[in-house]
């Protein structure tokens, strides 16, 4: 049996549908809708009473080339899955000159140029997805790459800093059994357009060359698989400023430095 | 004359393919509906551009929704022209021309569209939507003209019933004891002929 209040609120079924109801009274009804089986029967069936409605007033055919249209927008809005590795350049521009050839093809006129418009700016939509989930990847497999890096047991930290300043900083995971380094960069300003960073080796008392690195905008960078001279004796890693491709000897001031433990 | 099972059938089959990425089961949604989707969308709209154009805009984001279409909450017919009406009701609200859909309404006269052909739709399923707009023109005038009124402005206006009760200076109680009573009497003659019966 209903009680008075479920009466009342049965009422509301075909304002409901019809979404005639006051914000309260609707979200009132769906919570009453949520726990009566027989209410959402009853709003199924309004459901389909008001779907009927608009067969009431006059016939409206489509015209025959609304088909084509549909076809097209549909086409236009496919949800393509999004895909981890880089796409090739020239495939946004192919995809978009393709649909625009459907799209002129079947003579829509300013239509066809206003779907080519917001095709291109889905496309770029994608285009700029992919960069992110590209961005995601590729900190998913660096952070791997610290983990086996920093997990190993024959690897040393050592930490470059920049004197009296304590903001950007450099880590070297250095696997000493296979002489190869992981250097993880922490908040290291860009370098000005033409200068990269590189690191340096201290062997001997002598800066040998090592790799040279760019950072992101954030700051951060890493370079995997970086030899470590197995000769002589280092005592410490450091990095410079250099003009892009690196130097043979250091151009500029020592920015970060740090001590090697003996191996 | 009412669906049978089958062509229910179909309709759901139709809408997990398009869910599962294939373009034509839209294509022949289109074919299916297109003409209820239009019909909606010119009574909520009033005018023949902005028609098309919701009729485009819902069969996308039918496309879009299809892997989320619960065969449970109706039919495939009623969640097009609910998409369909919602889209409409969106435009007119957009554009801010509810005076002029009423004095379309008012002098609404026949439209070049009324008379094109209509190549999408087979014979069987033309007469069958013949039938269909006869019977609910019939269940439509059986009302008395104040419950007819007060469902067309929910529907097809987007009213919400305070807002009927104001534009026609009728209390509040009296605007949803037509709608109710009103879309009683609907869902009793119309019930036979739903897009898909309700189990």
């Not at chain 1, 190993?152 to 050592?158: A, T």
């Not at chain 2, 619960?70 to 889209?87: D, F, K, N, P, Q």
């Not at chain 2, 009497?185 to 897009?195: A, D, I, N, V």
């Amino acid at each position: 049996m209903s009680t008075p209040d479920d009466t009342e609120l049965r009422d509301l079924a075909a304002a409901y549908v019809l979404g005639a109801l006051a914000p309260e009274e609707a979200r009132a009804f769906e919570a009453y809708l949520a726990s009566s089986p027989e209410a959402r029967r009853e709003v199924a069936e309004y459901r389909e009473t008001a779907a009927l409605l608009a067969l009431g007033g006059d016939e409206r055919r489509p015209p025959p080339e609304l088909r084509a249209r549909v076809q097209a927008a549909v086409a236009a809005t496919r949800e393509r899955p999004l895909r981890v590795e880089r796409r090739s350049p020239w495939r946004p521009i192919a995809w978009v000159g393709l649909a625009a050839a459907v799209l002129a093809a079947v003579g829509l006129g300013a239509r066809t140029r206003s779907l080519g418009r917001e095709l291109a700016a889905r496309d770029s939509t994608i285009a700029e997805l992919e960069r992110r989930v590209d961005e995601l990847g590729q900190g998913v497999f660096d952070r791997d790459a610290i983990l086996a890096a920093v997990l190993s047991r024959d690897v040393r930290l050592v930490q470059l800093t920049a004197s009296g300043n304590p903001d950007p900083a450099i880590q070297i995971f250095w696997d000493t059994a296979r002489n190869t380094a992981l250097v993880n960069a922490i908040r290291l300003k860009p370098p000005p357009t033409g200068r990269t960073y590189q690191l340096w080796w201290i062997r001997d008392g002598k800066p040998v060359p090592s790799v040279t690195f760019d950072v992101r905008p954030d700051g951060a960078g890493l370079v995997r698989g970086v030899s470590v001279p197995s000769d002589g004796v280092l005592s410490a890693a450091a990095v410079t400023e250099e003009p892009s491709g690196g130097s043979q000897q250091p151009t500029s001031p020592i920015l970060l430095v740090g001590t090697l433990p003996k191996s | 004359m009412p669906s049978g099972p089958h062509l229910s059938a179909v309709d759901s089959e139709l809408v997990a393919r398009a869910g599962a990425g294939d373009e034509r089961a839209m294509t022949d949604l289109y074919d299916r509906y297109g003409s209820v989707v239009y019909t909606v969308a010119y009574r909520v709209v009033g005018e023949r551009a902005d028609a098309e154009e919701v009729v485009v805009e819902a069969f996308a984001q039918a496309w879009r929704d299809a892997g989320r279409f619960e065969a449970a909450r109706g039919s495939v017919a009623a969640w097009l022209t609910m998409i369909a009406r919602s889209r409409a009701l969106d435009l007119v609200r957009a554009r801010g021309r509810r005076e002029r859909l009423m004095a379309s309404a008012a002098g609404a006269g026949p439209d070049a569209s009324a008379s094109a052909a209509d190549p999408a739709a087979n014979p069987a399923e033309r007469t069958e939507q013949d039938e269909r707009r006869r019977i609910v023109r019939q269940a439509m005038e059986s009302l008395s003209p104040p419950q007819r009124q007060a469902i067309e402005m929910a529907y097809f206006e987007g009213l919400s019933q305070s807002e009927i009760a104001e534009r026609l200076g009728e209390p509040l109680g009296t605007v949803k004891t037509r709608v109710r009573l009103g879309m009683q009497k609907l869902r009793e003659s119309l019930r036979p002929y739903f897009f898909e019966p309700v189990i």
